[in-house]
């Protein structure tokens, strides 16, 4: 994962609230084609995407694997402040270039895409830096680590006139279209009154750094890693599992809610919230980590609907599902399959599978935007918002008050 200068990410964080731009002015379309826009190469149809990976660990590599996997993409340059882990990249994409700094991959001309997997303190510098140099991008979830960060990206895309996905696959998941054109649109749930969300166990918070790791290793840059955050001596539980920590990520809020809320929005194509309380806490898991291992989130929206959510890392239970509940029904569903549930007794539940996992047709998706030029399914704009709903879940917890929000300005209220 690698970074731009200190200097740089300040500035981008420093920024008044008052340069965002606000729901209604947020341009969702294309924009001006800016100069640094122009280098793009134009893709015909059968071009392969060069494509650059910032942040090779093991989601980054991950990722990388399905673009490799769909035959449409030259690697051709891969980053990371761990030289180990571009080693790894490199494996998966022979003759790939290694940098240990993106402002240095994004100077390799012939790169058309770049793949964003770094921590989520370094999404915004990077996101923008490259979306500046006029590469397309996919960023991987929560877009941002403050709400503050999402405009400045929206605009970063948009007058550069570059396609920008977020990692929420979700919007690109036959199932979920399924769900959404089948019941959602003819409104077969009735009036919504309420979104239950949960996803407890998850394994990517409970990393436990290696004893190899126990030591800095000469070949990682600690100073990069930390980037715009304060400084601290090298700890390899902060390294290595970053979502454990607010400074770095925002936890199961962000890292797993915003998938979740996301589905919501999808469904019920609202994504304005105006109130958020929270409770939890670290309870099971003293380990150092300043994310809670387990949260509850409540979420108020106008249309007089709310949604919840519920995460512990306690090895107690297991699952994750969105169930959205209305006066004529409920219908479940998660990565595998959906439920509708019509109301009243004796009824029938309806099951859907998915016909396979959703991350590949969401990297579809994105190549066949950088070469058609539509917005994607999981536009940035959509991303920001949806990254924007969690983090009032986090504010509210780490502030332990009730939040009133403003989803037009995207202003916290006073109290």
Not at 63 to 68: D, K
């Amino acid at each position: 994962m690698l970074t731009a200068s200190l200097s740089h990410c300040d500035r981008i964080q420093a920024m008044p609230r008052s340069l965002g731009f606000t729901r209604r002015t947020l341009v969702r379309g294309a924009a001006v084609m800016s100069t640094a826009a122009s280098y793009g190469r134009i893709l015909g149809a059968n071009d392969r995407v060069n494509l650059g990976l910032i942040g090779a660990g093991g989601r980054g590599r991950g990722v990388m694997g399905t673009f490799i996997k769909t035959g449409q993409v030259n690697v051709t340059a891969v980053c990371d402040v761990f030289a180990e882990r571009v080693d790894q990249a490199q494996t998966q994409a022979p003759g790939s270039k290694g940098f240990a700094d993106h402002r240095k991959l994004l100077e390799v001309k012939e790169l058309d895409a770049v793949l964003i997997a770094t921590p989520d303190h370094w999404h915004a510098a990077t996101a923008i830096d490259a979306l500046n140099s006029g590469r397309d991008v996919y960023v991987e979830k929560p877009l941002t680590l403050k709400i503050e960060e999402g405009p400045l990206i929206v605009k970063a895309a948009r007058i550069n006139n570059r396609i920008c996905q977020v990692g929420m696959q979700q919007r690109s998941g036959k199932l979920y279209l399924q769900a959404k054109e089948e019941y959602f649109k003819p409104k077969k749930l009735g009036q919504i009154t309420l979104a239950r969300t949960w996803w407890h166990g998850n394994g990517a918070h409970l990393m436990k750094a290696p004893q190899r790791m126990a030591a800095k290793p000469s070949n990682l840059d600690w100073a990069r890693f930390l980037g715009p955050v304060k400084w601290r001596d090298y700890d390899p539980q902060q390294y290595w599992n970053f979502r454990a920590y607010l400074d770095f990520g925002g936890g199961q809020i962000t890292d797993l809610f915003t998938h979740w809320i996301d589905v919501v929005h999808m469904m019920l194509d609202e994504d304005n919230p105006i109130s958020a309380v929270a409770a939890g806490g670290v309870f099971c898991y003293k380990d150092g980590r300043t994310a809670p291992d387990t949260i509850n989130v409540l979420l108020e929206y106008p249309a007089g609907w709310v949604a919840t959510f519920e995460g512990t890392l306690a090895p107690g239970i297991t699952g994750a599902a969105v169930e959205i509940c209305g006066t004529a029904g409920r219908l479940w569903i998660t990565r595998s399959h959906f439920i509708f549930t019509p109301a009243g007794r004796g009824a029938q539940p309806v099951r859907v599978d998915s016909p396979r996992e959703q991350t590949i047709d969401h990297v579809e998706n994105f190549l066949d935007c950088c070469r058609s030029r539509k917005l994607p399914n999981g536009d940035v704009y959509i991303g920001h918002r949806s990254a924007m709903a969690s983090h009032l879940g986090n504010i509210a917890y780490v502030q332990k008050r009730r939040l009133k929000f403003d989803p037009d300005r995207e202003e916290v209220l006073p109290l």
